[in-house]
C-alpha cells in the first residue's frame, strides 16, 4: 500500500465534498463556495482512518447561543488538524474541546454519508485503512 500523505488527503477530501455528504442538519445551507460546511465529523473519522490519533470535539457558539459541534483530529505526535475550520465564515467560535472515543462500528447518524466521501477519496488516493 502507498503511503497517504496529508496534502493529497486534504484534496482527496475537498474534491469530495458536496450536498450528499453534507450533514443534513446543515444542508440546506451547504453551497459550493463553502464546501467544508457540515462535513467534520466525516472528514475527521477518515482522517482518524489514516494517521490515528484522537477524535475532537468542540461546541459551536455564534452571538451567544450554540449551535450545534464541531469535529476535528489530535494525530499521535500531538498535533491538533482541523481541515474543515474554514465553513466558519460568520464569526462562530468553538469552545470546550475535549478529546472524545470514536463511535464502535457504524455511526448512527452519517454512515452513509461517511461510506459515500471515504469512497469517493479511495477513487483519487487509492486503498484507505479501515477504520479503528
Known amino acids: 500500500m502507498t503511503p497517504v500523505n ?23 445551507d451547504w453551497r459550493p463556495g463553502n464546501p467544508a460546511w457540515g462535513h467534520c465529523d466525516i472528514t475527521a473519522l477518515i482522517v482518524n482512518d489514516v494517521f490515528g490519533g484522537e477524535l475532537m470535539v468542540g461546541e459551536v457558539h455564534l452571538d451567544g447561543t450554540r449551535h450545534g459541534f464541531h469535529w476535528w483530529n489530535r494525530l499521535p505526535n500531538g498535533v491538533e488538524l482541523d481541515l474543515t475550520r474554514e465553513q466558519f465564515r460568520r464569526g462562530q ?3 470546550a474541546a475535549r478529546a472524545v472515543e470514536r463511535p464502535p462500528g457504524p455511526l448512527p447518524r452519517r454512515w452513509e454519508e461517511y461510506l459515500l466521501l471515504r469512497e469517493r477519496v479511495i477513487e483519487r488516493l487509492g486503498h484507505l485503512p479501515e477504520p479503528a
Open 6 to 28: 496529508l496534502l493529497d488527503l486534504d484534496r482527496a477530501l475537498r474534491a469530495g465534498w458536496a450536498a450528499d455528504t453534507c450533514s443534513p442538519d446543515d444542508q440546506a
Open 93 to 95: 467560535t468553538v469552545t
